[in-house]
């Protein structure tokens, strides 16, 4: 393999060319101004676009590696300004220190470069205390602003700070395994808050609903008896999502868990009945759903990664399926979809299962 | 109840409400469906039906209960047809290289079936066919017939589809949709004919015409931007608009359809479906809904107010043009008069320029430039609105240049966006002042690519919204206008002006302008 050729040595040509300059913390906004002026007098004109200020905050190595191709992948989609806030409190050496970079890309036609621009704050030990202030410098006026979190956001007062204004909030909580953590969270914020497991499982969501379209009778949904996924560790929290949103669409409710044959299960009442939700164990991923009514009749949906196959009473189809990339989620979650009313309900319905 | 289950949430199951589909937000699917298409050997479907289907399977649009039938003449397997489809996803769709998976299941739902559209055997064939496929893919007997063979042979397929007790016009569920590819009709007296025809089996709620241009992003935009913002509007009408300019114009010639053109020309081929579309939606009211009808209701408003053109008076308001030999970016062009299967002294316009008044209080004295050509230097659709200028010309005395009027310039192919021109003072000591452009670019704005508007007319048919279709009356009502053109063309002695193929029309066209005070823009 060809190692990658160096960065250019010319300030501007490194900025243009998405490699990170040192600017001046207490003035980003005059050097990036500066660094944009110069780029302009070259031969290709260059436009800036903008129409999201996308913060993303990590807190350690794993986090900065995941978020960062995210936050890159992303700006192909949805130009914004990226501030990107790696805060380390546990590091030492200078307190803040700010780079700022260019990710450009040509116009089909060519002659014009269209740029959006990344400004990323370092902050270390209790560095940390100022980003809030800086960041709210940062932001461009009139358009929204988004925080990003691979994962959940820590609990504590400078992201409580860094929330305040922002009109949404973008999680994963994938990983959480207490998913009224983020039912707190959206309590605490007056912005939205999207969460990936959510619209990672949209597709997932829709095939389940299309498999109770005619001619299958949807009434069947008001007669459940039982309903099972089948989950990996990986997928719990997506699988009580999954339970979440249909416990509130079928109007489910006062979950009582237990444990039978190694699954775990809720008895639930429906109208003036009950019904069993279990949660078998799977290796990996979400791997099947089954719902069984009163009358006898099965609908089974297993679950790979290319395809979901129903089996409707024996009779079989199989939908196309496929997994959406994180960028195209975080898009989504920019969208109408982050700010689905669903969700909601349905995350309260999950949590009541964790009690 | 939980405290978050509202009054609405109130859940009725029946055969038709599922309630798992209730508020599933940013996808539109639809209900299992059957699409057939007629001419399904044609150049069409293998261009734009096809692989406009193809991508919204991609994009899970379509329902998993699905199927493609294909109907033609020529003699097909299933097998073969699939194969032919396969190629012509492979270089027309949007989404492409094909994805293995997603093809083999949207190629287990294609489906040929031969016949011949005037015979009623065939369409019985048809119908058991269909009735074969919907239990084997669990299709409850929704259906769309999209005619996409001639012109001619819509009101006999149509009659069949009747008569062979395959449509219900008054039937819901399941419903029967009948998408009709354009030219609808060629004057104002075959589109009332055709209307009749299609109307005497089907519901207007059951017709699709469809008019390509309304399946664009940037006509819709033109609503959003009008209807979404506050700041447009207050200046859209003749107290702020000096007049309007909206062009459609092509790179190509015709092309080797010589033989078509002849007969349409390009006032029937852009400007009476495609054009008027755009120039209805651009001068309608605020519809009271985006509902189809509120907004189809509007658009009528505004074809009814168009002024008649004055008995006599056609050369003031109409320029056609005829392109010469020439360059067309680089490329020789030959002269309409030497394309095949074209006259050698045809008078067939390939251009045409246009000067329209509508009577309302919105437009009254503001006039709609409109024009449309073939061979032009470059391949652009835009409306531009151009401004008065200010009241009084403060900077009049030391300006060395005068001000421009401010256009609002909305571009709707290539390169989508929107751009305002004004007035800016150049740097320095003088008062120079000098017209800068603010721009959008959809391109920069959005990275995701926007829908073929195939993709999305074809989707919306299958969800019932019929706000991207043409209306009968709106058909009729822009033909009552144009068809006053063609046969003043007939009657009087007037001539074809001629242009050089690789520039903007004809002079006599920028005459009609000049008249009146106004220029071309330059798109
Ligand atoms: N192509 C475009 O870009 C475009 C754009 C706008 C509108 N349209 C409209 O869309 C429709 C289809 O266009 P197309 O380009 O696909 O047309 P096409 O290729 O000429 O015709 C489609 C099919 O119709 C059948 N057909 C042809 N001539 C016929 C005749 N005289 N009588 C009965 N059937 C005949 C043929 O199938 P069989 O012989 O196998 O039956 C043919 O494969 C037309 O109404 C056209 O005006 C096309």
């Known amino acids: 393999m060809t190692p990658p050729p160096p960065p250019p040595t010319d300030e501007v040509e490194r900025f243009t060319s998405g490699h990170n300059v040192a600017v001046d913390v207490a003035a980003i906004e005059r050097d990036l101004a500066a660094l944009w002026r110069k780029a302009n007098t070259g031969s290709v004109s260059v436009t800036r676009a903008c129409s999201w200020n996308l913060v993303v905050h990590t807190s350690t190595d794993a986090e900065f590696k995941q978020a960062q191709p995210l936050a890159d992948a992303l700006v192909a989609s949805v130009p914004s300004r990226t501030v990107v806030l790696n805060d380390r409190p546990n590091a030492t050496g200078t307190e803040v220190e700010a780079f700022v970079t260019a990710n450009c890309k040509m116009l089909p036609g060519g002659g014009k470069l269209v740029c959006t621009e990344e400004i990323t704050i370092e902050a270390r030990g209790r560095g940390g205390e100022h980003l809030p202030s800086l960041l709210r ?42 998913l009224f953590r983020v039912e707190r969270l959206g309590a605490q914020v007056t912005s939205r808050v999207a969460d990936l497991n959510w619209l990672r499982s949209a597709p997932l969501r829709l095939i389940i609903a299309a498999a109770f379209d005619a001619p299958s009778d949807p009434a069947m949904l008001f007669k459940l008896r039982r309903v099972s996924i089948d989950a990996g560790p990986d997928a719990d929290s997506s699988a009580r999502l999954l339970i979440g949103w249909l416990g509130a669409r079928l109007g489910w409710s006062s979950p009582e868990r237990h444990t039978e044959r190694g699954a775990r299960g809720w008895t639930m009442s429906r109208q003036d009945r009950t019904l069993q939700v279990e949660l078998r164990a799977a290796e990996r991923g979400l791997t099947g759903v089954t719902f069984e009514s009163d009358e006898g009749v099965r609908v089974r949906l297993d679950v790979t990664p290319s395809a979901v196959t129903i089996d409707t009473q024996g009779t079989k189809r199989s939908v196309p399926f496929s997994q959406r990339s994180d960028a195209d989620l975080v898009v989504a979650a920019l969208g109408s979809r982050g700010s689905d009313k669903l969700y909601q309900s349905a995350l309260h319905f999950a949590v009541e299962l964790e009690r | ?35 057939v298409i007629f001419g399904a050997s044609g150049d069409l479907t293998k261009r734009k039906l096809l692989p406009a289907l193809y991508t919204l399977a991609c994009e899970r649009m379509l329902p998993p209960s699905f199927a493609i039938v294909g109907f033609a003449r020529k003699a097909m397997t299933d097998e073969e047809f699939r194969a032919e489809m396969k190629e012509a996803c492979s270089k027309f769709a949007r989404s492409r290289p094909l994805d293995p998976a997603v093809w083999d299941s949207f190629a287990s739902g294609l489906f040929y079936q031969q016949g011949d559209y005037e015979d009623l055997a065939s369409y019985q064939a048809l119908k058991t066919r269909l009735a074969t496929i919907d239990a084997q893919r669990g299709i409850s007997g929704n259906r769309v017939f999209y005619l996409s063979t001639p012109p001619s042979t819509f009101p006999v397929a149509v009659a069949r589809l009747g008569a062979a007790g395959m449509v219900d016009p008054q039937a819901d569920r399941p419903f029967t949709r009948v998408i009709i590819e354009k030219p609808f009709g060629t004057d104002l007296s075959t589109a009332q004919t055709l209307n009749r025809e299609v109307l005497g089996v089907l519901s207007e709620k059951s017709v699709y015409r469809i008019d390509h241009y309304l399946g664009k992003e940037t006509v819709q935009n033109l609503m959003v931007l009008r209807f979404a913002n506050g700041l447009f509007e207050p200046l859209w009408n003749n107290r702020y608009v000096d007049h309007v300019q909206i062009t459609g114009a092509e790179s190509i010639g015709i092309e080797g359809r010589g033989g078509y053109f002849e007969q349409a020309g390009i006032l029937r081929d852009m400007v009476q479906n495609h054009l008027f579309q755009v120039l209805a939606i ?69 251009y045409v320029a246009l000067k329209i008044h509508i009577d309302n209080w919105r437009w009254a004295g503001v006039p709609f430039y409109l024009r449309s050509g073939k061979a032009m230097p470059k391949k652009v659709t835009e409306v531009a609105l151009v401004f008065r200028g200010a009241p009084l010309r403060l900077f009049g005395e030391t300006a060395r240049v005068a001000p421009q009027p401010n256009v609002l310039a909305i571009r709707i192919q290539p390169d989508e966006g929107v751009s305002l021109r004004f007035g800016a003072k150049v740097p320095g000591n003088t008062m120079d002042i000098q017209p800068v452009n603010m721009e959008f670019r959809y391109g920069t704005s959005f990275g995701t690519e926007p829908p073929e508007a195939y993709e999305r007319l074809l989707l919306d048919c299958l969800l019932g919204d019929q706000a991207l279709f043409t209306r009968g009356d709106e058909v009729e009502a822009s033909w009552k206008w144009i068809s006053r053109i063609h046969k003043a063309w007939e009657t009087e002695r007037g001539e074809v002006e001629m242009y050089d193929a690789g520039t903007w029309g004809p002079d006599e066209s920028d005459r009609m302008l000049l008249r009146d005070g106004h220029q071309w823009r330059r798109p």
Do not use: C
């Not at chain 2, 939980?2 to 209900?31: I, K, Y």
């Not at chain 2, 010469?324 to 309409?336: E, I, S």
């Open chain 2, 282 to 350: 651009t001068a309608m009211e605020p519809p009271v809904s985006t509902s189809a009808d509120d907004l189809r209701d509007e658009k009528v408003k505004v074809l009814k107010a168009l002024r008649p053109i004055p008995e006599g008076r056609f050369d003031e308001f109409v320029v056609r043009g005829q392109y010469r030999a020439g360059t067309v970016a680089g490329r020789r062009q030959v002269a309409y008069r030497e394309e095949t299967g074209v006259a050698p002294d045809s008078k067939r316009e390939s």
């Open chain 2, 1 to 35: 109840m939980h405290a978050w289950a509202t009054s609405e949430e109130v859940f009725v199951a029946d055969r038709t409400n599922n309630p798992l589909r209730q508020g599933l937000v940013g996808e539109r699917l639809p209900e299992p469906a059957s699409i």
């Open chain 1, 137 to 178: 410098a940062l932001l461009v006026p009139d358009i929204p602003s988004a925080v990003l979190w691979s994962d959940l956001p820590p609990n504590n007062a400078m992201v409580a700070e860094l929330l305040v204004g922002v009109d949404r909030v973008i999680l994963d909580s994938t990983r959480a395994s207490e």
